[in-house]
């Protein structure tokens, strides 16, 4: 159980265009998503938390209108990078707890992006 | 805000070694959680581990959250545990369960 779905595993896009990854629980319903970035050989750092239903709330430093985070229904979360550049290119990972803060967070396979 | 240190940043085993991976954090956490990244980047749910001592198979896990810290037991290692471990904490500073990863141990398992 618990299983946590993201898409797409590999994306290559050229500078400019904007790129969507989508977050799913499969068999649980997913109150919290979260969104990491992971950079080549560093730790994941949390970018945003999203409620379903309500807006997210970001991490110091990462740009709301470049990362807009949807949190639609109980089991999709989405991630949309808008107008890419070579800098936004790294791994993006998402994660959904089932609610309560004592509940573990399960996590998607990530994404990797490359913006040429 | 919380601070998390993983040791030893690197270690190199010969296949059938045991190795123990320290996570150590600078504050109170009121969850703990054990990851594995293999090498596609796929984060592995080890342990799910606030306090005590847990098992599965030949890894083993053990909180020790009155004194902020906590250990990855390995055993007879194989080359397909080769990958970062990650430790991570949830830090009640908001209304969410906000994970605070470490900085990871690469290991390198050889044949």
């Known amino acids: 159980g618990a299983v946590v779905s993201q898409h797409p595993s590999w994306v290559i896009c050229k500078s400019g265009t904007s790129v969507k990854i989508e977050c799913r629980s499969l068999d649980f319903q997913a109150t919290t998503m979260f969104w990491y970035r992971q950079f080549p050989k560093q730790s994941l750092m949390l970018m945003a938390t999203s409620n379903e239903g309500s807006k997210a709330t970001y991490e110091q430093g990462v740009e709301k209108d470049k990362f807009l985070i949807n949190h639609a229904s109980l089991t999709l979360s989405t991630l949309t990078v808008t107008s890419a550049h070579p800098e936004d290119s790294s791994f993006y990972i998402c994660?959904?707890?089932?609610?309560?803060?004592?509940?573990?967070?399960?996590f998607g396979d990530g994404t990797r992006l490359s913006i040429l | 805000g919380i601070q998390v240190e993983q040791s030893p940043p690197d270690l190199i085993l010969q296949e059938g070694a045991n190795s123990t991976l320290r996570c150590n954090f600078s504050d109170s956490v009121n969850n703990l959680q054990w990851f594995h990244q293999n090498p596609w980047g796929q984060l592995i749910n080890l342990f799910y581990?606030?306090?005590g001592t847990k098992q599965n198979g030949r890894l083993s896990a053990t909180t020790v959250a009155t004194e902020r810290y906590s250990l990855l037991y390995i055993s007879s290692s194989q080359t397909t545990d080769s990958g970062v471990y990650f430790c991570a904490g949830v830090n009640y500073g908001g209304a969410t369960n906000k994970l605070i990863f470490g900085t990871g141990t690469l290991l390198a398992v050889q044949p």
């Open positions: 994660s959904a707890s089932s609610g309560p803060s004592n509940q573990p967070q399960h």
């Open positions: 581990i606030p306090s």
